[in-house]
């Protein structure tokens, strides 16, 4: 039961109408701190690596870490790959244990992003119960976040998305409608719901083919994050938020305590305030008591 991938939990999200955070970690201390206020909480989890930390830190450790804490644990937790541009590169993370795979091919042409994600679908569906994100349309920097609202064609076609989805196999679908990687420089980001309400009614009003994902979760307002969950959207990824609280609290007790050399005392501020952070968004997204 602990050990999921990410449809399996998504869908119930998206009858529901609640969402599942997919919380990005760098380190041990951050991946036990999600593990926990999870299971405080009672919710359904997604734990979230880039390609960078799965290289330096090791995807056989990671995974190795991934299980032990999850086998333990009473609630689904998924490990999920976020935004990985290689195909070979999707395939040895899902040799590895990872249990859902982002390939992001969107910045490819139409035919060649279908290409590219059909063929880590097939590779995972075949290997094990690995689900598939893909994503359309371009999901910018927050440098670019007006331009490419602006700029209809960086966005998720509608029909196009159901053509995706159809055509790959994929289990869920990132379509970019505006959110943006980093923090938002304006407290109303420009975020097209209009757009993500019709490709969620067009791909899931049937029965539930690929939940929705929305990337740049870090900054939206609470508002905005009710209204993508009602519209369809159930899984939520957080990146910037938790990486900044980790150098933030890091630096803060640092700066305090120069003359302390005692990493452990780091590590309990770092994770006791990633535990805020992240019942922050939990709470938000309605998952407690859910798992
Ligand atoms: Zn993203």
Request: glycine content about 6%; aromatic content about 6%.
């Amino acid at each position: 039961m602990s050990i999921v991938n990410a449809k399996e939990i998504l869908v119930k999200a998206t009858q529901e109408k609640y969402a599942v955070g997919a919380f990005n970690i760098t380190n041990l201390i951050q991946l036990e701190a999600v593990v926990e206020v999870h299971i405080d909480k009672k919710a359904p989890l997604i734990i979230q690596t880039s390609v960078t930390p799965s290289k330096f830190l090791g995807r056989e450790v990671l995974v190795a870490i991934y299980r032990t804490l999850a086998e333990s644990a009473p609630i689904p937790i998924c490990l999920h790959l976020d935004h990985c541009r290689e195909v070979d590169y999707c395939k040895k993370c899902a040799d590895a244990g990872w249990t859902n795979i982002m390939i992001d091919a969107s910045r490819e042409p139409f035919e060649e992003n279908i290409r590219q994600t059909k063929e880590v679908v097939e590779y995972c569906h075949r290997i094990g119960n690995i689900s598939v994100e893909g994503e359309l349309g371009t999901v910018s920097g927050v440098e670019d976040q007006i331009k490419v609202v602006e700029d209809e064609a960086a966005l998720c076609d509608p029909q196009q998305a159901l053509e995706f989805v159809e055509r790959t196999g994929i289990d869920l679908l990132a379509p970019a409608i505006g959110t943006a990687h980093g923090v938002y420089k304006t407290k109303k980001p420009q975020v097209d719901f209009e757009r993500f309400g019709k490709i969620a009614q067009l791909i899931n009003d049937q029965g539930i083919r690929a939940p929705m994902v929305v990337h740049g979760g870090t900054g939206l307002p609470p508002d905005y994050v009710a209204k993508l969950i009602e519209l369809g959207g159930s899984k939520f990824n957080v990146s910037t938020d938790l990486k900044r609280t980790l150098i933030d609290a890091t630096y803060d007790y640092v700066s305090e305590h120069r003359d302390e050399y005692n990493p452990g005392k780091i590590d309990v501020v770092v994770k006791d305030a990633i535990k805020e952070k992240v019942i922050y968004w939990i709470d938000m997204l309605g998952s407690p008591g859910k798992a």
